[in-house]
């Protein structure tokens, strides 16, 4: 969904971005191409184990009188079915002793299996891990 973002660039800094529809949603990237995806990021990052429903864009005509100065509005492409962080119960069969290891191994990191088990599966499909 298309949302409109201030950004601005100040000579010798990377460019910043706020988003106003998600209140403290800020990103920065070294390049506007770049900054899409760091918008993205950030949103993901905000709505992260939120339970608060996502807003619409708001109309850009509504945003101009508002405290932003020095720099330019742009649309991004937010895909906010990444921003949705209901929960959905699954049944999945694990052998026995790689529960028992995962199990293990989450108590020293002090987390939790469901939410080991589907971030470090999103780093694998992200090719964050090999």
Known sequence: ?????????DKGAAYGATVPDFEGC?????????????VQEAAEALFEGADA????PSDP??????DFQGGSWAFIDIDTAKL?????????SVPVFA???????????GENRSHFLYTSA????????A
Not at 99 to 109: F, K, N, P, Q
Not at 122 to 129: P, Q
């Open 53 to 56: 429903g996502i807003p619409e």
């Open 99 to 109: 529960l028992r290891e995962i199990d293990e191994y989450i108590l020293r990191l």
């Open 122 to 129: 999103l780093k694998v499909i992200r090719g964050e891990v």
């Open 61 to 66: 005509e509504e945003l101009n009188g508002q």
């Open 26 to 38: 800020f990103a920065a990237a070294d390049s506007l191409r770049d900054l899409p995806a760091a």
């Open 1 to 9: 969904m298309l949302y409109p973002v201030y950004v601005h660039h």
């Open 84 to 92: 949705n962080t209901a929960k959905e119960r699954v049944n999945i």
